[in-house]
């Protein structure tokens, strides 16, 4: 899939089917964890940033259009967020946003990589911010698809994937059994959201995701953006339910709670981000 980051003239790039996505930059860190490369930067232009296995994971100044996508269209239409469940998410930057919303009690985040988190701490503060040290976050180092596995039934209002792309930690994040777990854990009304990769740059994998997720909950859509530093810059992410499409209708007092501390999301943006599915993609999940 890719090449590890080399830093090239003071380029960093992610080496994707042929076509190289770089900032300009310098490397702070370049580290093999227990499971992965980990890769933190200086750009010019979005700030620290951090590469996994030499692919792009996010960026101070570029963050939110990825966090605020995954995240509001669950939070806003879950019937209750009291517990929420992040699998991944290891730079603090969903459960952020995700702790912006007043009803939730209690935020577990599982992720893999103890490394991913100190780095992020340390060199990318401003994306966690608060919510490492806020009560209702507890912070465990696992395996999210142990996990999701080991929970009761019922145990969550929202689960929210936030991995990388399927290729080693994060593969079987993508898979029917991990999928099933998780609507498992969902209680009556409960959300759930993940990224789904680019409709260009990883058309398969997208096409496939959504699809699996229609059929392990019974409602599944894509939801359309861009993260301009990832492969072709467009991205997806898809929410799940099993009582019907909740997500694609926020509840307006939570909707407007967070509005105005938001770049991107908003409910305007959010139907339209919805409905700009690609034609081919539409007849393809159609087929
Ligand atoms: N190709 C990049 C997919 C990355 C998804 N996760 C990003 C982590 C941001 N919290």
Same mark, same amino acid.
């Given at each position: 899939?890719?090449?590890?980051?080399?830093?090239?003239?003071?380029?960093? $790039?992610?080496?994707?089917?042929?076509?190289?996505?770089?900032?300009?930059?310098?490397?702070?860190?370049?580290?093999?964890?227990?499971?992965?490369?980990?890769?933190? =930067?200086?750009?010019?232009?979005?700030?620290?940033?951090?590469?996994?296995?030499?692919?792009?994971?996010?960026?101070?100044?570029?963050?939110?259009?990825?966090?605020?996508?995954?995240?509001?269209?669950?939070?806003?239409?879950?019937?209750?967020?009291?517990?929420?469940?992040? =699998?991944?998410?290891?730079?603090?930057?969903?459960?952020?946003?995700?702790?912006?919303?007043?009803?939730?009690?209690?935020? $577990?985040?599982?992720?893999?990589?103890?490394?991913?988190?100190?780095?992020?701490?340390?060199?990318?503060?401003?994306?966690? %911010?608060?919510?490492?040290? $806020?009560?209702?976050?507890?912070?465990?180092?696992?395996?999210?698809?142990?996990? %999701?596995?080991?929970?009761?039934?019922?145990?969550?209002?929202?689960?929210?994937?936030?991995?990388? $792309?399927?290729?080693?930690?994060?593969?079987?994040?993508?898979?029917?059994?991990?999928?099933? /777990?998780?609507?498992? =854990?969902?209680?009556?009304?409960?959300?759930?959201?993940?990224?789904?990769?680019?409709?260009?740059?990883?058309?398969?994998?997208?096409?496939?995701?959504?699809?699996?997720?229609?059929?392990?909950?019974? /409602?599944?859509?894509?939801?359309?953006?861009?993260?301009?530093?990832?492969?072709?810059?467009?991205?997806?992410?898809?929410?799940?339910?099993?009582?019907?499409?909740?997500?694609?209708?926020?509840?307006?007092?939570?909707?407007?709670?967070?509005?105005?501390?938001?770049?991107?999301?908003?409910?305007?943006?959010?139907?339209?981000?919805?409905?700009?599915?690609?034609?081919? =993609?539409?007849?393809?999940?159609?087929?």
């Amino acid at each position: 899939m890719t090449e590890p980051s080399p830093a090239d003239e003071g380029w960093i $790039d992610e080496h994707h089917q042929g076509v190289r996505y770089g900032l300009a930059g310098q490397v702070l860190v370049d580290e093999q964890s227990a499971f992965q490369r980990i890769t933190v =930067i200086d750009s010019e232009r979005y700030g620290k940033g951090l590469l996994l296995d030499g692919c792009w994971m996010t960026a101070e100044r570029q963050e939110r259009h990825y966090h605020e996508s995954l995240v509001h269209p669950a939070l806003c239409s879950a019937e209750a967020i009291e517990r929420i469940l992040v =699998i991944g998410g290891g730079d603090g930057g969903t459960a952020r946003e995700c702790l912006r919303h007043a009803g939730v009690r209690h935020l $577990d985040m599982v992720e893999i990589d103890g490394r991913v988190v100190e780095l992020s701490q340390k060199h990318l503060a401003s994306l966690g %911010a608060g919510c490492w040290n $806020d009560p209702r976050f507890r912070l465990t180092v696992g395996d999210g698809i142990a996990w %999701a596995a080991g929970c009761d039934d019922a145990s969550y209002d929202v689960v929210i994937v936030d991995g990388s $792309d399927p290729a080693g930690p994060a593969e079987g994040l993508f898979n029917r059994s991990f999928f099933e /777990h998780c609507r498992r =854990i969902l209680r009556p009304g409960g959300v759930f959201a993940t990224q789904s990769e680019s409709p260009e740059a990883f058309r398969e994998v997208h096409i496939a995701t959504v699809l699996l997720l229609q059929e392990v909950f019974g /409602h599944a859509d894509p939801l359309y953006g861009w993260v301009p530093m990832y492969p072709s810059g467009w991205w997806s992410w898809t929410f799940a339910a099993i009582d019907g499409p909740r997500y694609k209708k926020p509840d307006p007092q939570r909707a407007a709670a967070i509005a105005a501390g938001c770049e991107i999301w908003s409910t305007r943006w959010q139907s339209g981000a919805f409905e700009a599915m690609p034609a081919s =993609i539409e007849r393809e999940l159609q087929t």
